[in-house]
């Protein structure tokens, strides 16, 4: 069939199809040449791409001036997602040109903000001046809203409180943003630094606030989060999900003495380590639990454990179910050789949640990500120096309730824990799973341990690689 003869039905489905490829639309430039492609094809293809507004309601603000007026009109000015990024070339731009640049932004904001429903705005310092006017325009659409500012100052309050539609924000600033004009809001996204926390999470702390979704976001510094003047003084009564990135582990054992979450259902903590003399009681995860007001809701009973070559993340089931990352990287260099400070800290990270009352794990999923070669590197991370047998075993004897053992990536080690491991460790075990491992053969597998491990313990053996269990 000739494409021109291809009935305008099918045609539209193709277009559609066309844009739902993501990956052609990443960034400016591709979402550019993407979509103005199609008015170039032929005439009927333009006439079928002109004819359908939300091809055209993506704009990169930064875009030259007739090309953002050609796709708003497009768009019928109407539900579009704006996006702008002030950073300029310099060494090809004149000052005059600059501050023309930003001047036709400012219009734009300020003449069009109820056309927007979607705004993400990354503000460099030398537009902060010229964009808070425009910023303190109301807007009646916007759903969502995303500004990084970094060191900026914006002198407004955005859109003079009227937003009556915003559902999500994300800021990234060390300004404080008065969000309860906002009332729709249901997700927020902030960053936590020395001078914005306390005012910051005085803003959460709103009656007239329903967040559901939090993040809190810190830059790594012990400083980020104060200590509070009252525990649990935050209230977050229907926050379903808390999450927080990027904090050290005072910053986040003082965050959750500030807050209180009756109705959690979710938490994420994403912990960075700070300087090694702290290793021994640095780790967070035995005080997150302890710091949870409600405790578990439903009891967890399973726990999951990944060890990458600078990270290690402990997840469990339950209400609230948890995910733990400890971030190792600002250590790394730090430890060359074997140092009981390491195992024993990730120990205390996995064996943590047996310190919570009433706690029975039945599951234990362990994935060993650090590849044994490079434990004999000029540049070990310091996870990789810390003897995975020896951590292996001390886990498992650690748990004496797992039933269900599953066990992915290098698994040589964790097996050979096993192995060795006296009948009193995991006397409860019955069914041990291994699947998605890591090896360059499938040869390489310990088949002959792991058998030698289901007969000693006449337990059920499942090997997923080879799809099959042995009898």
């Known amino acids: 069939?000739?494409?021109?003869?291809?009935?305008?039905?099918?045609?539209?489905?193709?277009?559609?199809?066309?844009?739902?490829?993501?990956?052609?639309?990443?960034?400016?430039?591709?979402?550019?040449?993407?979509?103005?492609?199609?008015?170039?094809?032929?005439?009927?293809?333009?006439?079928?791409?002109?004819?359908?507004?939300d091809i055209w309601r993506t704009i990169y603000l930064q875009w030259p001036?007739?090309?953002?007026?050609?796709?708003?009109?497009?768009?019928?000015?109407?539900h579009i997602?704006?996006?702008?990024?002030?950073?300029?070339?310099?060494?090809?731009?004149?000052?005059?040109?600059?501050?023309?640049?930003?001047?036709?932004?400012?219009?734009?904001?300020?003449?069009?903000?109820?056309?927007?429903?979607h705004m993400?705005?990354?503000i460099r310092s030398g537009a902060c001046q010229a964009l808070s006017g425009?910023?303190?325009?109301?807007?009646?659409?916007?759903?969502?809203?995303?500004?990084?500012?970094?060191?900026?100052?914006?002198?407004?309050?955005?859109?003079?409180?009227?937003?009556?539609?915003?559902?999500?924000?994300?800021?990234?600033?060390?300004?404080?943003?008065?969000?309860?004009?906002?009332?729709?809001?249901?997700?927020?996204?902030?960053r936590m630094h020395q001078q914005n926390c306390r005012k910051s999470l005085s803003n959460l702390n709103s009656n007239?606030?329903?967040?559901?979704?939090?993040?809190?976001?810190?830059?790594?510094?012990?400083?980020?989060?104060?200590?509070?003047?009252?525990?649990?003084?935050?209230?977050?009564?229907?926050?379903?999900?808390?999450?927080?990135?990027?904090?050290?582990?005072?910053?986040?054992?003082?965050l959750m003495s500030t807050v209180s979450l009756p109705h959690l259902?979710?938490?994420?903590?994403?912990?960075?380590?700070?300087?090694?003399?702290?290793?021994?009681i640095a780790a967070s995860l035995s005080r997150i639990l302890e710091l949870l007001e409600t405790g578990f809701r439903v009891t967890p009973?399973?726990?999951?454990?990944?060890?990458?070559?600078?990270?290690?993340?402990?997840?469990?089931?339950?209400?609230?179910?948890?995910?733990?990352?400890?971030?190792?990287?600002?250590?790394h260099g730090l430890f060359r050789r074997y140092d009981p400070r390491v195992p024993d800290t990730v120990i205390r990270m996995i064996t943590s949640i047996l310190s919570v009352p009433g706690v029975r794990i039945g599951r234990l999923a362990v994935c060993d990500n650090i590849d044994p070669s490079v434990q004999d590197s000029d540049d070990p991370s310091a996870l990789s120096t810390m003897g995975m047998n020896f951590l292996w075993f001390s886990v498992f004897r650690g748990f004496p309730d797992i039933e269900t053992l599953e066990f992915s990536g290098h698994i040589r080690l964790p097996t050979m824990a096993l192995d060795g491991a006296e009948s009193l460790t995991l006397p409860r075990l019955t069914a041990l799973n291994v699947r998605n491992t890591i090896t360059r053969h499938e040869s390489e597998l310990p088949i002959a341990t792991l058998e030698r491990i289901k007969l000693k313990r006449k337990l059920k053996l499942w090997i997923e690689s080879s799809n099959s269990e042995l009898p």
């Open 1 to 53: 069939m000739a494409f021109e003869t291809i009935p305008l039905e099918l045609l539209d489905e193709i277009l559609t199809c066309y844009m739902s490829d993501g990956s052609m639309f990443e960034g400016q430039e591709k979402r550019l040449i993407a979509t103005a492609r199609l008015a170039l094809i032929n005439r009927r293809t333009r006439a079928l791409a002109l004819a359908r507004p």
């Open 208 to 254: 007239v606030l329903r967040l559901e979704n939090v993040t809190l976001v810190g830059s790594d510094s012990v400083t980020d989060i104060p200590s509070p003047h009252q525990p649990h003084s935050v209230i977050l009564p229907f926050c379903r999900r808390f999450v927080v990135k990027d904090m050290a582990p005072v910053s986040v054992r003082r």
């Open 65 to 78: 001036e007739a090309v953002v007026q050609e796709y708003f009109q497009r768009a019928k000015e109407s």
């Open 81 to 117: 997602s704006l996006y702008l990024d002030t950073f300029q070339k310099s060494s090809n731009l004149n000052a005059l040109t600059i501050n023309s640049n930003i001047q036709r932004w400012a219009h734009f904001l300020a003449s069009n903000m109820a056309s927007f429903e």
């Open 120 to 122: 993400e705005l990354y």
């Open 134 to 190: 425009p910023l303190t325009t109301p807007a009646p659409n916007l759903q969502t809203f995303s500004l990084t500012l970094g060191t900026g100052q914006l002198n407004c309050k955005l859109f003079s409180g009227v937003a009556p539609k915003l559902r999500s924000t994300r800021l990234d600033s060390c300004m404080t943003f008065e969000l309860a004009p906002f009332v729709s809001l249901s997700t927020v996204t902030l």
């Open 301 to 331: 009973t399973s726990l999951s454990v990944e060890i990458h070559q600078h990270r290690v993340i402990v997840e469990t089931d339950g209400m609230p179910s948890l995910r733990y990352d400890s971030d190792w990287h600002s250590v």
């Open 265 to 280: 259902q979710t938490l994420r903590i994403h912990e960075t380590l700070d300087a090694p003399e702290s290793l021994p």
